[in-house]
């Protein structure tokens, strides 16, 4: 056995792993790295993948003092002393997590134990890290000692490159990175996320175990391999990868009943026994061909989210009381005190399920019906200006119901002057749900290599014609609701590729490019819907209609009165 086995259990092991030859990594060049990472080269080598995980993980930029493997050799003894390791309570920033053994002998699963409480020595400001003993047990199998096991992971946690986010260590971090994986499956997941609002109480509260799924549950050659490609190229795989387990989870699962009276339950245990429906390189595989976004755009939804929590109070685990997650959909959308002329309580809900998390929290408010306002474009903007997002709903003469979900606030058609022009976000979105239920989002959601991401603070769509001009929010995002997915973010090639909304005291447009998903005239009284190139929709009702009743609906924050 190599140097790298004295906390391994061969008889856990894979046995593929120790009988291929080493070949030594020489290459350096990230592009190359990122290959080999994926396609698992030094996976089918115990000994190479060590001295892999050391290379990379010694070549992590720092902060100056980060404890190493001399700091453990100093406090290990005073800390633990001659107590049992595996008798020895965990520091509470790990929540209670799963401690995974993986195929650790005895003496790697006391370990783990000594490991953390060292760690939580020497790192005061961790709060909250839930994955941490997954880590460590990961690298113990890989380590020649303790010691060399606890700087490497000290070195992952000290991590100072502000562009390579690593291991949440705070809630605030954790429950964001919920909420974004959440807004990812509603996002590229739809018929997965579909099923988990039709069975779950918090929907949230599912999403909220995506990281137990990869760091704990997943069995030990799964983990490692994702490990690999974590390593290289950073936290957006394990969104991935994550991702990539629920379309699977779904696929197997669809049409079949559950098997335990929890959703949560069942996702842990087919992650467990993951191993009887997808091997690791299939998983992999699913996992990168979902096309995310950049992760320069996970970031700015990352940092809507966290600055949501923040403004909720939400930035600690709470110990007496569940910590307020998203709110289940049944729960924001109350049948007692519901009303609306155009949805009723289902509908809404579905259309709840659709919203961003950092809304989900909110529950619905009627801010402009037609039947109490009057059929005033002017009335419209008055009652809907100051609120953002907002809801539009159009039921049809015909009884066709439609409608956009508009991120940005209407008071922001007055920056184009006169002229009428187009604001919004790629999160706005158009459905129709009478006669038949369907959403059409940004087309760049679907189509991403439409645009490349750029870094410039400018938009990059060109006026349509000489009296419509399509402009981007302020470059500045941070006092923004809704910073993620402006098109600013985007080098787009088309003009009509970010026409999400525009107003002006002649009408109101949703959705432009060689027509618009839908326009409304000034008296709230006829509309159009075509097909239109920010959206990609079909029409969402008949093609000219007569306005029957129209509602906005803006979000109201539970949390904070």
């Known amino acids: 056995m190599d140097e790298y086995s004295c906390f391994v259990d ?53 902060r100056t003092v980060t404890p190493d493997a001399n700091v ?24 209670d997590s799963l401690v995974p053994t993986y195929c650790l002998n ?91 609002v039709a069975v779950s109480e918090d929907v949230l509260e599912v999403y909220s175990d995506w990281q137990r799924w990869l760091f ?70 699913k996992a990168f061909a979902i096309r995310l976004f950049s992760r320069k755009e996970i970031q700015l939804l990352q940092m809507a989210n966290e600055k949501a ?61 037609t039947l109490e306002h009057g059929c005033s474009l002017s009335r419209f903007y008055s009652h809907s200006e100051g609120h953002e997002p907002t809801l539009l709903l159009i039921k049809t003469t015909a009884k066709e119901v ?27 979105f158009v459905f129709r749900l009478q006669p038949e ?6 087309v760049i959601i679907k189509h991403p290599e439409l645009a490349t991401s750029g870094s410039e603070p400018e938009n990059h769509v060109s006026p349509a014609s000489s009296t419509l001009s399509s402009r981007s929010l302020p470059s500045d995002p941070s006092d923004r609701l809704s910073p993620f997915l402006s098109a600013r973010h985007f080098n787009l090639p088309s003009k009509t590729a970010s026409m999400f909304m525009a107003g002006s005291s002649e009408c109101i447009i949703i959705g432009g490019g060689d027509g618009q998903a839908l326009y409304l005239d000034a008296d709230l009284n006829h509309g159009r819907t075509s097909h239109c190139n920010t959206f990609n929709n079909q029409p969402l009702c008949s093609e000219s209609f007569q306005i029957s009743v129209l509602e906005v609906w803006g979000f109201r924050d539970t949390m904070n009165g």
């Open 402 to 428: 439609c409608g956009a979900y508009l991120s940005t606030d209407w008071s922001e058609r007055r920056r184009g002057g006169n002229k009428l022009s187009f604001f919004g976000t790629g999160e706005c």
């Open 10 to 62: 061969w008889d856990k092991m894979d046995v593929t792993v120790q009988s291929q030859d080493a070949k030594d990594l020489t290459c350096t060049e990230f592009q190359e790295l990122k290959q080999l990472a994926r396609q698992g080269y030094w996976a089918k080598n115990h000994s190479l993948r060590a001295k892999v995980y050391h290379k990379l993980i010694s070549n992590i930029p720092c």
């Open 309 to 369: 929590l923040q403004q909720k109070g939400i930035t600690v685990k709470q110990k007496s009381v569940a910590s307020p997650k998203r709110q289940n959909v049944h729960l924001a959308v109350h049948a007692e005190n519901f009303k609306s002329e155009i949805v009723s309580v289902k509908e809404m809900r579905d259309i709840w399920s659709w919203i961003p998390e950092r809304f989900a929290l909110c529950q619905p408010l009627l801010l402009f019906t």
């Open 216 to 285: 704990g549950e997943l069995p030990m050659v799964y983990i490692a391999r994702v490990f690999d490609v974590f390593l290289v190229e950073g936290y957006k795989v394990l969104y991935r990868v994550a991702l990539a387990i629920l379309k699977f989870f779904h696929k197997v699962r669809a049409g079949q009943p559950m098997e335990s009276d929890s959703i949560q339950q069942d996702i842990r245990a087919f992650v467990r026994d993951i191993a009887k429906s997808v091997s690791p390189e299939r998983l992999l595989e």
């Open 106 to 196: 005895a003496e790697g699963i006391g370990a783990v134990r000594k490991i953390i409480l060292c760690i939580a020595n020497q790192f005061p400001d961790i709060s909250f890290c839930p994955a941490l003993p997954s880590v460590i047990a990961l690298l113990l199998h890989y380590s020649k000692d303790e010691a060399e096991c606890f700087e490497q992971v000290c070195r992952i946690l000290a991590c100072n490159d502000p562009s390579k986010r690593l291991i949440d260590q705070t809630f605030l971090a954790f429950e964001s990175s919920c909420m974004t994986f959440g807004d990812l499956v509603n996002k590229y997941c739809q018929a997965a996320h579909k099923l988990m």
């Open 437 to 442: 239920v369907e959403r059409y989002e940004w």
């Open 72 to 95: 453990y050799r100093d406090i290990v003894v005073k800390i633990v002393g001659k107590r049992n390791s595996n008798a020895l309570p965990l520091p509470e920033f790990v929540d």
